[in-house]
């Protein structure tokens, strides 16, 4: 199942759009962006990959992984 995605916020609210004149294109539902052709991902993982390299702040990407939050004991004074 792929999925579509805006060209301009990254978000995947992307839907038809039809015009009377224009033919399809294609508008999402978050910015209002109207594009002829959206972005287009196969699985999530593509998406998040993609997220991470032009918008790693974007709120849909997801944590890699939080499992792992006890790094940070490292700072012991040893002196
Ligand atoms: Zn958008």
Known sequence: MSFRVCINCHGIRVYPYMGFMIGQRFECQDCQE???????FETNEDYQEYLRGVAPNHPNVESEDDEDDDDDDEESEND
């Open 34 to 40: 109207q594009m002829v052709i959206p972005l287009e």
